[in-house]
């Protein structure tokens, strides 16, 4: 823990409560209007909520570094709890070399190839549920179609990866405190660790899957042997909970704003405008944490350096002097600018993939159902990062 400035607004409250978790609007609110840099006694950390200084904080790797971890614990003080990501929880020039592979693997260019293999999917999927007409948007849709189609582009085996659902949510947990939440997804995931690194290896990859092109690169002497699995891990972990949670989410804001879904019915060609808008409105990733590299200062205020600082995406998303009417779920919004995928150097590698299956989720949805009715609440996920639904009972009506 590092000395905090005594001038810095103090906001009491526990970020990663169930509370706060389950309805966390209003803290976002207290945070923005307490100032643009607040300090979080509880876990001793700075955080910011409003969206220029999340976006300044994002932009400035040199100054706000990944490598000593994205979550609460600090990697130059404390031992991970795994081998830090190549990606995520990295910094230049190792965050370069693994972003220059991944970034060629998940290029607009190879969106284009699987977008077909994708709608095919989509459109199978929607004609069985619509058979069905009662369904859980959680289960049968948001958590279905993800795990059929990017673990197909992976070339992961077909058994098992229901199992990417409790590593990822441990994954995204292990990024706040050791609360009750991490300790009940550790025990989860505990027996499926085998199962996890096992499919990480070449030999269980598909040829010519996302994964074996990661392999490729060790060929090519981009990567060395040891990182090419760590690489499919992070496509393992990140991959799949983020989607999932971006379409259950979407699917909760346009049942629960009808006028919206009934514009998106009249105009399927919304679909990626619509969720895009329900990643603003509610962003599936929620926070993440940066560390003061070196003594600085942001919007005048003084930061020690290994100052750990918790960006709140959502309250970003939210923020009145970035938005119009920020609370207001607009599918004719252009959300773009929204903190979801992150922003800079450090913005979701996986984004155009993640934006095409919501896209297509949702046009496919709008051809094919007049109307989702809601059949009563949802039962929400607490995740230490992410904002998550378990479950969210419909009724899809045929157009």
Same mark, same amino acid.
């Given at each position: 823990?590092?000395?905090?400035?005594?001038?810095?607004?103090?906001?009491?409250?526990? $970020?990663?409560?169930?509370? @706060?978790?389950?309805?966390?609007?209003?803290?976002?609110?207290?945070?923005?209007?307490?100032?643009?840099?607040?300090?979080?006694?509880?876990?001793?950390?700075?955080?910011?909520?409003?969206?220029?200084?999340?976006?300044?904080?994002?932009?400035?790797?040199?100054? &706000?570094?990944?490598?000593?971890?994205?979550?609460?614990?600090?990697?130059?003080?404390?031992?991970? @709890?795994? $081998? $830090?990501?190549?990606?995520?929880?990295?910094?230049?020039?190792?965050?370069?070399?693994?972003?220059?592979?991944?970034?060629?693997?998940?290029?607009?260019?190879?969106?284009?190839?699987?977008?077909?293999?994708?709608?095919?999917?989509?459109? #199978?999927?929607?004609?069985? *549920?619509?058979?069905?007409?009662?369904?859980?948007?959680?289960?049968?849709?948001?958590? #279905?179609?993800?795990?059929?189609?990017?673990?197909?582009?992976?070339?992961?085996?077909e058994d098992g990866r229901e199992n990417l659902l409790a590593y990822g949510d441990m994954v995204f947990n292990a990024f706040g405190p050791r609360n009750q939440l991490l300790i009940n997804a550790a025990k989860r995931v505990e027996p499926l660790t085998d199962w996890i690194m096992t499919n990480c290896q070449r030999?269980?990859?598909?040829?010519?899957?996302?994964?074996?092109?990661?392999?490729?690169?060790?060929?090519?002497?981009?990567?060395?042997?040891?990182?090419?699995?760590?690489?499919?891990?992070?496509?393992?972990? #990140?991959?799949?909970?983020?989607?999932v949670n971006g379409i259950g989410n979407a699917l909760w804001c346009l049942a629960n704003h009808p006028d919206q879904w009934d514009k998106l019915h009249a105009n399927p060609a919304l679909a990626r405008q619509a969720f895009e808008e329900s990643l603003r409105f509610e962003a599936a990733v929620q926070t993440f @944490?940066?560390?003061?590299?070196?003594?600085?200062?942001?919007?005048?205020?003084?930061?020690?350096?290994?100052?750990?600082?918790?960006? @709140? *995406?959502?309250?970003?998303?939210?923020? $009145?002097?970035?938005?119009?009417?920020?609370?207001? &779920?607009?599918?004719?919004?252009?959300?773009?600018?929204?903190?979801?995928?992150?922003?800079?150097?450090?913005?979701?590698?996986?984004?155009?993939?993640?934006?095409?299956?919501?896209?297509?989720?949702?046009?496919?949805? #709008?051809?094919?159902?007049?109307?989702?009715?809601?059949?009563?609440?949802?039962?929400?996920?607490?995740?230490?990062?992410?904002?998550?639904?378990?479950?969210?009972?419909?009724?899809?009506?045929?157009?």
């Open positions: 823990m590092t000395d905090i400035a005594a001038n810095i607004p103090v906001v009491d409250f526990d $970020p990663f409560s169930d509370a @706060f978790l389950t309805d966390p609007y209003d803290y976002h609110r207290r945070m923005r209007d307490a100032g643009p840099v607040v300090h979080i006694p509880k876990y001793g950390i700075l955080a910011v909520a409003r969206h220029a200084e999340v976006h300044g904080v994002l932009n400035d790797w040199q100054t &706000f570094i990944s490598s000593a971890g994205v979550g609460l614990a600090n990697f130059r003080t404390e031992k991970p @709890f795994r $081998p $830090p990501s190549l990606i995520l929880e990295a910094d230049p020039p190792q965050h370069t070399r693994s972003r220059t592979v991944l970034g060629r693997i998940l290029s607009p260019k190879t969106v284009q190839q699987i977008r077909a293999q994708f709608q095919e999917v989509a459109e #199978a999927l929607i004609d069985r *549920l619509l058979e069905q007409g009662t369904i859980d948007g959680v289960k049968e849709l948001g958590e #279905a179609y993800p795990l059929k189609v990017f673990p197909d582009a992976v070339g992961l085996t030999q269980n990859l598909r040829p010519g899957g996302f994964g074996d092109q990661i392999y490729q690169a060790v060929e090519t002497g981009e990567l060395t042997e040891t990182e090419a699995p760590m690489l499919v891990r992070s496509f393992l972990s #990140a991959g799949v909970d983020t989607t @944490f940066r560390t003061a590299g070196r003594d600085c200062e942001l919007a005048g205020v003084p930061i020690r350096s290994d100052t750990k600082m918790l960006t @709140f *995406l959502a309250s970003a998303n939210r923020d $009145p002097r970035q938005w119009q009417n920020p609370d207001v &779920f607009d599918i004719e919004r252009r959300a773009t600018g929204h903190m979801t995928f992150g922003s800079g150097l450090h913005g979701c590698v996986g984004q155009v993939v993640a934006r095409l299956e919501g896209e297509l989720i949702l046009s496919t949805l #709008a051809r094919r159902v007049r109307r989702i009715e809601p059949l009563g609440p949802p039962t929400r996920r607490l995740n230490n990062t992410l904002r998550a639904l378990a479950s969210l009972p419909l009724k899809l009506h045929a157009a």
